[in-house]
């Protein structure tokens, strides 16, 4: 499952209220705690610095094919097939599914459902920022967007049968009403493309001590977001492009835990030659329980 990046889940019974900033120390040990396994695949994580090229360096390049994938992306069509399930220990409580096809037009991102049953999921439910999560959960680091975050060199991993250079990655400041993703990225050492991703959206929103009594009065909601891990495939021969993002985590609320398990498969990507006949629809939304 995801993590995948990335989105909010909101606890039923519960309300959004603050965001505790977090470090790129704490942004370490918070993955390490989570059952999403980032290391899934992967050898030991070697200390050596580049040889012949700078950390720096190394991010100035991929940053830009990182710009490129994201516009080259914008001239196709795919399929994007969402599963999120609540889970008690291994039996599945719930779940939500969505299925629809993606393309751009004019710059502006359309979508047609043609699969979303009503949602079962139990003791969580996804609103507005969940699914803004997850549209943007296969996380793009564009060479435009480089100014919002820090990266930091972590090392070098083999990943399957491919050298990476490993960075962690944080935002610099967090701006009210936005999203950023918090986590690590393994970059090719040969062509410097990002082939995977693990980490989360950002902020969550935990209640504090203070809002915990006005339960008492009405709905308190948290949000917090599950860590996910994205992997990519090469498409045409040319484009790196996220094809699946899982998670499976345990989600802490305030006053219960809910384990969840995300998978988003992206597939059937074809260059779009904007003669699409269907009506882009608005996706179905679970009704709040």
Known sequence: MRAHRLYRFHAAGFKLIAY???TMLLLTASLAAQQTNCEEGAGPL???QPSGV???????KFSARESSLKQAQMNYTYVMDITVQSLEGQTVTGEFRQVS???WEHGARKEIVSFAPQSTLRGIWLGKEDFEDIYRSPFILA????????LLYSGQQRVDEVETYVFEVAPKLIEKGKRYFQGRVWVDKVDAVVLKACGKSVPDSIAQPSQKKK????????NITPTV????????GKYWFPTYVRSDDTIHFSTNDVRVREIIKYKEYKLWDGTSSTTAQTPARPKKK
Not at 54 to 60: C, L, T
Not at 215 to 222: A, C, L, Q, T, W
């Open 46 to 48: 070697s200390k050596d």
């Open 101 to 103: 096809t993606i393309h």
């Open 229 to 236: 891990v994205t992997y990519r495939e090469l498409i045409d």
């Open 20 to 22: 505790l900033a977090t």
């Open 143 to 150: 060479r435009e967007d480089l100014s919002q975050y820090t």
């Open 54 to 60: 700078s950390p720096q360096q190394i991010i100035e």
């Open 215 to 222: 339960k008492r009065r009405g709905v308190v909601e948290e």
